[in-house]
T-cell receptor, first 113, second 113 residues
Framework: GENVEQHPSTLSVQEGDSAVIKCTYSDSASNYFPWYKQELGKRPQLIIDIRSNVGEKKDQRIAVTLNKTAKHFSLHITETQPEDSAVYFCAAIQETSGSRLTFGEGTQLTVNP | DTEVTQTPKHLVMGMTNKKSLKCEQHMGHRAMYWYKQKAKKPPELMFVYSYEKLSINESVPSRFSPECPNSSLLNLHLHALQPEDSALYLC????????????FGQGTRLTVV
């Protein structure tokens, strides 16, 4: 089955700095990679995703890059703000029937004002 | 309406109690999920319903019993739980089951005493 490793487990940055969270996956058949943000006491929310036919995707201050050869993908947050503080989970799945979304262990991001 | 609504938000129950968690969505999604989430950990998949039929049971103990009365509703019946079952129980839905682009509910914080 798929195995997703996520680093770092905690990340502390100053407001305005950039933050990068990295994930590696084991199953080369995985082709969909979502990122979820979970604020304390709240639900996980999809913030950005990428499919394997794309190398990079950007949405305002958030971007995701995918390297299929190396089987890793990264979340980049620029100009961080205190409201970006949350736990971020990466995930991977092969979009075929019977697959399960495999999550990384999460990264606690703290943005200090 | 892009909401997945879960009730109750908090639940404290004894080990001999029977209770139910409820989940509702009106997005026309045909796949619905139950996840269990422990503190500082990613969500763990428990059950998947696709078109109101149970598609996946991730070897969950029988003290958890899911039910899908119709395409908008998902229940989780609880009986004879253990303290280690205390967790955040998240419901999610997606357009169809291949578990992508899932929308999560706010969760039920369950404490078993």
């Amino acid at each position: 089955g798929e195995n997703v490793e996520q680093h770092p487990s905690t990340l502390s940055v100053q407001e305005g700095d950039s933050a990068v969270i990295k994930c590696t996956y084991s199953d080369s058949a995985s082709n969909y990679f979502p990122w979820y943000k979970q604020e304390l006491g709240k639900r996980p929310q999809l913030i950005i995703d990428i499919r394997s036919n794309v190398g990079e995707k950007k949405d305002q201050r958030i971007a995701v890059t995918l390297n299929k050869t190396a089987k890793h993908f990264s979340l980049h947050i620029t100009e961080t703000q205190p409201e970006d503080s949350a736990v971020y989970f990466c995930a991977a799945i092969q979009e075929t029937s019977g697959s399960r979304l495999t999550f990384g262990e999460g990264t606690q991001l703290t943005v200090n004002p | 309406d892009t909401e997945v609504t879960q009730t109750p938000k908090h639940l404290v129950m004894g080990m001999t109690n029977k209770k139910s968690l409820k989940c509702e969505q009106h997005m026309g999604h045909r796949a619905m999920y139950w996840y269990k989430q422990k503190a500082k950990k990613p969500p763990e998949l428990m059950f998947v319903y696709s078109y109101e039929k149970l598609s996946i049971n991730e070897s969950v103990p029988s003290r958890f019993s899911p039910e899908c009365p119709n395409s908008s509703l998902l229940n989780l019946h609880l009986h004879a739980l253990q303290p280690e079952d205390s967790a955040l129980y998240l419901c999610a839905s997606s357009h169809a089951y291949i578990d992508t682009e899932a929308f999560f509910g706010q969760g039920t914080r369950l404490t078993v005493v």
